[in-house]
């Protein structure tokens, strides 16, 4: 199973590209990279994306939130991700943006995945747990490469696992997305009611799942440097 730490958005530069780096030397090359987190100004995936992949050698998933481009950017930005090399990509409608209105025109995830395809990108999609099957089957039905499973927590494995077949049987890969817990993030994680996991069990949880899932992103939201501190020993085996 690979295995993908998720890059903390900071306002500073130096913060971001040392943390960047020290990611990608940690998890064996490779880093995953979220477009704009929760609608707030902040780093360009598709952007540093390729910085990443050209300047640092990484192995990068890039994240695209369609509702800040109109259909046009966005096929813009696939096509130029593919050109580049960056052809891992995450595609996602994205969080109202704090700033500005929703982009009209904009392409919807399910449509944005063809086209990447299309261009040799390997598309992925998100499920939610909170889902009906119907709702989730419908989603299957957009043919991703891979489905990122979110909002695991070490409650509701059942309901993930079920989805993991559901996704398998479609012919498509499973991720899973996964949210860890840790002393400096916790009342964060809770108070925002996100599903989690805590660190100190995240290996067993990535052994639990990693019989039938094919990748997993971890975040540690709020505690941008723990995935380079305590996580990485906790789940050394696993990169």
């Known amino acids: 199973m690979e295995v993908y730490p998720e890059l903390e ?3 500073d530069r130096r913060v971001i590209m040392n943390r960047l780096e020290t990611l990608i030397k940690i998890y064996n090359g490779r880093v995953d990279i ?11 995936s598709p952007v540093i994306s ?6 640092l050698g990484a192995d990068v998933i890039a994240h695209l939130r369609v509702v800040d481009h109109n259909l046009l950017s966005t ?15 995450v595609l996602l409608r994205g ?17 944005a995945v063809a086209y990447a395809k299309k261009y040799g990108v390997e598309a992925g999609l998100l499920i939610s747990p909170r889902r009906t099957d119907e709702e989730i089957m419908s989603r299957l039905s957009a043919q991703a490469d891979i489905y990122y499973i979110t909002r695991l927590s070490e409650d509701n494995f059942e309901r993930i696992e079920h989805i993991g077949r559901l996704i398998r049987e479609s012919g498509s890969r499973v991720g899973v997305y996964v949210v860890v817990a840790t002393a400096r993030n916790r009342e964060y994680l809770h108070a925002n009611k996100i599903p989690s996991v805590r660190a100190e069990n995240l290996d ?3 052994e639990r799942v990693a019989g039938w899932a094919d990748r997993a ?3 540690a939201p709020g505690d941008g440097d723990a995935l380079a501190r305590e996580i990485a020993g906790v789940i050394r085996r696993w990169i």
């Open 217 to 219: 992103i971890l975040s």
């Open 34 to 44: 979220p477009d704009i987190p929760l609608g707030k100004p902040s780093i360009s």
């Open 204 to 206: 067993k949880v990535l």
């Open 75 to 89: 096929k813009s930005i696939i096509k130029t991700l593919s050109y580049v090399g960056v052809r891992k990509l």
């Open 95 to 111: 969080d109202p943006p704090r700033q500005g209105e929703i982009c009209n025109n904009y392409m919807q995830p399910e449509e």
């Open 50 to 55: 390729v910085y990443a992949r050209h300047r």
């Open 9 to 11: 958005p900071s306002r």
